[in-house]
């Protein structure tokens, strides 16, 4: 039994084997079709560590959008009733926790840390959603004035941005 801490999202951290070096904590996921969408969308080329909390009922459904959205290869560590009788802690792959919740029915509260976006994937991400950004921000705007909201909106302010990858050539 890991010794409990602060919170669930920390202890379930500690123990899941995964990088703790940096993560993020994004707690429930939005309810509404769109909105968990578009936050899924979000994280995907979040290189950090991400955790989740999720109720039972709604694991093998936060489980398939996750697979979905980031592919059954992810690792991911499911930590159930940490600290509690029943604790289990898995460490697996989102592909084989949709197999294994398909068969066995969820029990218990569920903190799903799950790995971040491995480098070589993110690096394909990190130039082209700041280039599609840009593009769109750059047609209403001046191209200085549209770099600066790009910074701001894509959390890299203080990155040194060249005009080739600003402009795409």
Same mark, same amino acid.
């Given at each position: ?52 909390? +999720? ?5 093998? $459904? /936060?489980?398939?959008?996750?697979? *979905? #959205?980031?592919?059954?290869? &992810? ?33 218990? +509260? ?5 790995? $971040? /976006?491995?480098?070589?994937?993110? *690096? #394909?991400?990190?130039?082209? &959603? ?40």
């Amino acid at each position: 039994t890991p010794v409990p801490g602060a919170s669930a999202c920390v202890t379930a951290l500690a123990v899941s084997g995964q990088d703790t070096a940096r993560f993020v904590f994004e707690g429930f996921l939005p309810v509404p079709k769109k909105e968990r969408r578009e936050r899924l969308e979000f994280l995907q080329g979040e290189t950090r560590t991400v955790i989740f909390y +999720e109720a039972p009922h709604k694991l093998r $459904g /936060t489980l398939d959008d996750l697979c *979905a #959205a980031f592919g059954a290869e &992810r690792s991911i560590t499911l930590c159930r009733e940490l600290t509690k009788l029943h604790e289990e802690i898995t460490k697996t792959t989102i592909g084989e926790a949709v197999r294994y919740y398909e068969q066995n029915d969820p029990r218990g +509260e569920y903190v799903l840390v799950m790995a $971040g /976006t491995p480098a070589a994937q993110d *690096a #394909a991400a990190t130039v082209s &959603r700041p280039r599609s950004k840009y593009a769109r921000i750059k047609a209403t705007t001046k191209p200085a004035i549209a770099l600066g909201r790009l910074a701001v909106d894509e959390n890299i302010a203080g990155t040194v941005i060249t005009a080739s990858t600003a402009y795409g050539t």
